[in-house]
């Protein structure tokens, strides 16, 4: 199993908000682009992908949205609209829960109202955590784990404290060249890196 945990520091939890807000400052459409490029390839999708988006945005408390490649069931098609109602339809879900609870949204789709730092450590007892960083370690020069998570930020950096509880989980910084690139195109080419090895 692969996995991307993207944490959307200005995306909106309240779903009109959500879609208002695409092109807007907080560039909502970043969430589309990672589940387009995590989950489709041309005319189908990946298998065993696991997609965590965190939403932080809130008047209570963040809300991770996660799709499972493998049981997701009617998208409307392959495109970011489709994503952006699936999300929205998720915050939608998750009205009027309370800490760290858990909704079933669809088949391949739940919404938990728990923070990134709880998630990750969730996602530390079954993964490698790998921090994408340019100024980490250059992906080809080490050799990923068979159980890689990847986590990257939209286009609010991760701030400092998270750093050291990252660390702390073993998180490993990792780089993918010198060009600041968006969190979807780092996920094209992590998947590219994978692909080329299996
Ligand atoms: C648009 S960038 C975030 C930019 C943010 N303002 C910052 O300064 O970190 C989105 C995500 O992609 C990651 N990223 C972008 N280019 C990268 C690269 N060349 N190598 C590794 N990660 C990269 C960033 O670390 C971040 O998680």
Redesign the pocket.
């Known amino acids: 199993m692969r996995a991307f945990v993207l944490r959307a520091r200005s995306a909106p939890t309240d779903s009109k908000l959500l879609i208002a807000s695409v092109g807007q400052d907080a560039h909502t459409e970043i969430l589309a682009h990672v589940l387009m490029n995590a989950i489709f390839v041309a005319q189908s999708h990946r298998e065993d992908i696991m997609v965590h988006l965190v939403l932080e945005s809130t008047q209570d408390f963040s809300r991770t949205i996660s799709f499972s490649s493998n049981d997701i069931s009617n998208l409307s098609g392959f495109h970011e609209q489709a994503w952006l109602e699936k999300i929205a339809h998720a915050l939608d879900k998750s009205i009027g829960m309370n800490k760290e609870q858990l909704r079933n949204v669809e088949p391949g789709i739940c919404v938990r109202t728990i923070s990134f730092e709880k998630l990750v450590g969730e996602l530390a007892e079954d993964y490698q955590l790998y921090m ?3 100024k ?1 370690d250059f992906i080809r020069d080490i050799e990923l784990a068979a159980n890689p998570c990847f986590l ?6 991760m701030p400092k404290k998270s750093f050291n509880s990252l660390k702390r989980l073993g998180a490993e910084k ?10 979807s195109q ?1 996920i094209v080419l992590i998947h590219n890196e994978l692909d080329l090895t299996l």
């Open positions: 994408l960083d340019k980490g990257l930020t939209d286009h609010m950096p990792i780089s993918l060249g010198p060009k600041m690139l968006f969190a780092c």
